[in-house]
């Protein structure tokens, strides 16, 4: 059973441009979460996912980010307008349902020039 | 709300030591607890979690996590550190809403031979 996939890896944007992430939780997995590493820190929550559903986005900044998990598809977290300050690692996880218990993504390190 | 404070940010250990990593947490209820490892360039791995029963609990690569309420902490420990141990570990909580983890800042272990 695959693990949770994210791509790309290693993302390089320039200030102004837009970041696409993407997500793929494991099999049978419809819940995802989206958490950001900023350099030396833990990680910080920023939304939960159910299909076509934003359960909680209390840690999303208020503008140029949104997320969405469609029917069909992979979980994508979207960044507009990027700025220095949003480079850091994003890490998706996921869980069959409402849990704590939650599988994560090997992370996509996103960095703005 | 709650939060999670890894007193200490680095530890170097002997190989072949014990490794004691510190956690606290705030949280007015029983808390839902996780240790999780994180290798360099890697994403986060599950040692153990802690939901309810007994406060010693047993995890993955020989680490065992002990919760003691009256202290609010949720050490981690391994008897035996080996050099492969060389990484980073974060505690988390789960949150009171919407099945978010609240991480720590992180310890990272070194492992010297």
């Known amino acids: 059973n695959a693990g949770v996939m994210q791509n790309p890896r290693h993302l390089v944007r320039r200030r102004g441009q837009e970041a696409r992430l993407r997500c793929s939780p494991m099999?049978?997995?419809?819940?995802v979460y989206w958490y950001r590493q900023l350099p030396e820190e833990g990680l910080k929550f920023m939304v939960y996912?159910?299909?076509?559903?934003?359960?909680?986005e209390s840690g999303m900044p208020k503008e140029r980010f949104s997320a969405e998990f469609p029917k069909e598809g992979p979980s994508i977290l979207r960044i507009q307008q990027v700025v220095r300050g949003d480079s850091a690692a994003y890490f998706c996880?996921?869980?069959?349902?409402?849990?704590?218990?939650?599988?994560f993504g090997p992370g996509t390190r996103l960095t703005v020039t | 709300a709650q939060s999670v404070t890894q007193p200490d940010i680095h530890i170097t250990v002997s190989e072949g030591a014990s490794l004691e990593l510190r956690c606290n947490y705030s949280?007015?209820?029983?808390?839902?607890l996780f240790w999780y490892v994180q290798s360099p360039g890697q994403g986060l791995q599950l040692l153990l979690k802690?939901?309810?029963?007994?406060?010693l609990v047993q995890g993955i690569k020989g680490f065992e996590a002990e919760f003691k309420r009256s202290q609010s902490s949720f050490n981690l420990r391994k008897p035996s550190v080996h050099w492969s141990d060389a990484a980073e570990y974060f505690c988390?909580?789960?949150?009171?809403?919407?099945?978010?983890?609240?991480f720590g800042a992180g310890t990272i272990l070194r492992v010297k031979s």
């Open positions: 996880a996921s869980s069959p349902g409402p849990s704590f218990e939650q599988y």
């Open positions: 099999k049978g997995h419809s819940h």
């Open positions: 996912l159910q299909k076509e559903n934003i359960i909680d």
């Open positions: 949280y007015g209820a029983t808390p839902y």
């Open positions: 802690y939901f309810s029963g007994d406060t």
């Open positions: 988390a909580v789960g949150a009171s809403y919407g099945n978010k983890l609240v």
